[in-house]
């Protein structure tokens, strides 16, 4: 690790421990609803930043790509849940959709171990 980011993970680490339950709120995820789910995410990449990335078209298209390879497929909200095609199929699996600022975490129960990630503005590929 280089001194600067060093520097800035100690001052990070200081702010936290000054300002209480910073930490805690930091790291709290809240489970969004249908409406949530459609403001947050239509238009917008879910991704984990190097190796896998989701594209919700605003006309229920799923774009994804990973380890170079691309599929599409088709998403939408049941339940207040989102709901995506595997590639190879027209079955959707419908997930419960928790953020924290723009971390996100997806799964289908909580027993099930989250796809996280995060969402960002569209990348133009």
């Keep these: 690790m280089t001194h600067s980011v060093r520097h800035a993970v100690a001052c990070t680490i200081v702010a936290a421990a000054l300002t209480p339950g910073l930490a805690a709120r930091a790291d709290e995820f809240r489970l969004l609803d249908g409406k949530q789910i459609r ?26 790509s990973e380890a170079g390879s691309s599929w599409t497929g088709k998403w939408e909200i049941r339940n207040d849940r989102l709901c995506i095609s595997s590639p190879g199929s027209t079955a959707l699996e419908c997930n419960q959709v928790w953020v924290s600022g723009t971390n996100i975490r997806m799964r289908a129960n909580k027993d099930q171990n989250p796809l996280e990630g ?8």
């Design 118 to 125: 995060m969402v960002a503005v569209h990348r133009n590929n």
């Design 39 to 64: 403001a947050r995410m239509v238009g917008k990449d879910i991704t984990d930043g190097p190796h896998w990335t989701m594209y919700l078209r605003p006309d229920g298209a799923l774009v994804s």
